[in-house]
């Protein structure tokens, strides 16, 4: 418990510090992690703690994104206006996609929210009058009190400390501790008197709704969004950062999030072949630590502690 | 007859394909009545058992539990009112621990289901039944470890405390006892036996031993249909049982 605490307390020093320590370029680095943990941290409540893989997990993020960059670009509507109704999107979205793909479990569940996902995609592609098909959407400006990258980088920080401490209640309450069931055995949950696909519909919605708010920052971040945003390979690249980290924890994903992001930083200025450097990364995580890198820490350390 | 039976079944039929795995099933069951349920493999024991907790919905017939009519609930639905089973192949939360197997059990019991809040720490009505399971089932050395560490003879053991941390009213065993040691079986028999009087209980035995010391009435099913119903003395003189299934004895 102490050590937690100082945990905390060393990495809120360590995130509020950085603006005045570091190069923009690396404020704006942390930020984009900030917002991808974010992303991850709400992937994994559905892969990690209830048990539900996903791989459409983008189209939240994106309809989110396109839903702010139509309101603000084209509509030309106040961020007031645009942002609530990003995420708001996302969980009408998360309703929508949980209707449809709560029938299927395993790859089959994969496949499915797939589909959907490319179905979004498709969709942003496509019509190009409202998202600008292949081009996107450029012109978005930031609300003018975040114009700055340090205060942006705050606003950022305050809002996925914030959701780090409601998933952390989440996972904490029985409703945590049933998806945590639901994930080990439905039909023992069912056994027990527990609706299981209530849960996993709220599941969904409230992992749909923290992956809109991650696409909500994400466009802010980027000024621009594209079909990429929706793209299967972004869906595929967060279910990575959560297997990388370490599946069925928060911080573990939070630090896939940072690992990836920042070798992609770093190789993407080498090399053209990020994506060649990602599939290597992910076959020898599932090769060498297949419970990710906080499994790896945990074995290799706390092992030891407690015999 | 003004009591409603605990559970009565009604010409209960199920099919998967053309494959009957029920045929024209009726079994009644007064409150507080042990009901021992024998029969080969393939007899459709487990068929009959998953159609009274609602896994498998019947294709035809009548189920009801204390007078009410639950044919078409869904197994939770059945759950809340006052159901409780175990599975035949150990279904416990194996990541979990013991603890926070029995809290969920509670959890179930109690209807403490979307709480999104405060920590599950903070519900002492949970923990307090959590706790006095642990301490009544001698299970309060083993309360933080993880279930897939346990032997498999305290996971039996736990998959019965699971169905009774909401006190059922009528409690069905799917074969308790299968792959102990005689120890265990011991054990989980006396554990058994040692129920509330006032717990209608249900049960799929294949030991033989251990149906006769606890069955206060048995059920012989074969090819989907109960064959025989009556007393110890009664089950083993029946020629067509000892047939079938009690074969050399």
Known sequence: MARTLLFIALAAVVFVALPFVVPSYYVSLTTKILIFALFAMSLDLLIGYTGLASLGHAAFFGISAYTIGILSVKLRMSEWVAFPAGLAMAIVLGMVFALLALRARGSYLLMITLALAQVVWGVAFGWRTMTGGDDGLPGLRRPAFVSDETSFYFLVLALVAASTVVLVALIRSPFGLALQGIRESESRMQALGFNVWRHQFAAFVIAAAFAGLAGALYVYYNRFVSPDFLHVVRSAEVLIMVIIGGVGTLLGPAIGAAAIILLEDIISSQTQHWLLALGIIYVATTLFAPRGLIGLYRERFMARRKP | ?249
């Not at chain 2, 487990?46 to 009548?62: E, K, P």
């Open chain 2, 1 to 249: 007859m003004t009591a409603p039976k605990a559970l009565d079944v009604q010409n209960v039929a199920k099919n998967f394909g053309g494959v009957r795995a029920l045929t024209d099933v009726t079994l009644a069951m007064a409150p507080g009545e042990r009901l021992v349920l024998l029969g080969p493999n393939g007899a459709g024991k487990t068929t009959l058992f998953h159609s009274i907790s609602g896994n498998i919905i019947a294709s035809a017939g009548r189920i009801s539990l204390f007078g009410q009519d639950i044919t078409q609930l869904a197994p939770d639905a059945r759950a809340r009112l006052g159901l409780a089973r175990t599975f035949q192949i150990t279904n416990l939360f194996r990541q979990l621990t013991v603890f926070q197997n029995l809290q969920l059990a509670v959890c179930g019991a109690q209807q403490v289901t979307f709480k999104f809040i405060r920590p599950m720490t903070q519900y002492v009505g949970v923990r307090e039944r959590a706790e006095a399971l642990l301490t009544e089932w001698n299970l309060t050395d083993v309360a933080d470890t993880i279930v897939q560490n346990l032997s498999y003879g305290e996971q039996r053991q736990i998959e019965v405390v699971m169905a009774l941390a909401g006190d059922p009213k009528i409690l069905l065993l799917d074969e308790p006892t299968s792959g102990l040691s005689p120890a265990e079986t011991h054990r989980v028999a006396a554990m058994v036996r040692a129920l509330p009087r006032d717990m209608t209980i249900l049960m799929i035995e294949h030991d033989m031993d251990v149906a006769f010391e606890i069955a206060d009435r048995i059920a012989v099913m074969h090819q989907g249909r109960i064959i025989a119903e009556g007393d110890e003395a009664a089950i083993r003189g029946n020629k067509q049982v000892s047939d079938i299934y009690l074969g050399v004895e």
